[in-house]
């Protein structure tokens, strides 16, 4: 579908259109989960801008990819066609267990926190979360979709590694959590 006028005035009474045509209402799960899609690959591409790293620009940017065509097929939930495939989670399985190796284990919890791009990237993974809860809410609704929750567990879990690896990198320190006594 290519977009060639913005302003159609066709949502001004609180109904979209999903890729197949069909309009609903924008409170429906389906337009909270695209809409929160859109917000993590907005917030992906401002971490993005505080990358250093061209090769990990690269990955992220590919993650972002992924992000379009997650929403092009919630567009679309009554389709067999799957723009997210099963490879893309062995990707982020593949990223996680590189980066897991040059990490020290965790004996607590951390602080979001260490260089700016960590920071950022600890938000994007807040942010994938709250996709995660929004996937979990659509998907309740009978569309059978799980790979999507099999994917954005994958990727929540891989900017958290992201965020320790860029952090250790960087030559920062991770703020652990104090219980209260």
């Known amino acids: 579908m290519r977009i060639s006028k913005v302003t159609t005035k066709t949502g001004d009474k609180g109904e979209t259109g999903l890729g197949d045509g069909k309009r609903i209402s924008k409170s429906h799960p389906n337009i909270e989960l695209l809409g929160d899609i ?3 690959n907005s917030v992906l591409g401002l971490a993005i801008t505080s990358c250093a790293n ?4 690269e990955e992220l940017k590919s993650i972002q990819q992924d992000l379009l065509n997650m929403g092009g097929e919630v567009s679309m939930p009554e389709s067999e066609i799957e723009l997210l495939s099963e490879n893309r989670i062995i990707f982020l399985e ?3 267990e590189k980066m897991n190796l040059a990490l020290p284990p965790l004996k607590e919890f951390i602080l979001p926190g260490g ?3 960590s920071a950022r990237i600890h938000l994007t993974r807040a942010v994938c979360r709250r996709v995660e809860r929004s996937c979990v ?3 309740d609704t009978g569309v059978d979709k799980n790979h999507w ?3 954005l567990n994958r990727l929540s879990d891989y900017f958290f590694v992201l965020a320790r690896f860029t952090t250790q990198n960087s030559g920062g320190s991770e703020t652990f959590w104090e219980r209260n006594s």
């Open 38 to 40: 859109d917000e993590l």
């Open 54 to 57: 061209q090769g990990m620009i």
């Open 94 to 96: 593949k990223l996680i």
């Open 115 to 117: 260089d700016e791009f």
């Open 137 to 139: 809410t659509f998907i």
């Open 149 to 151: 929750l099999r994917y």
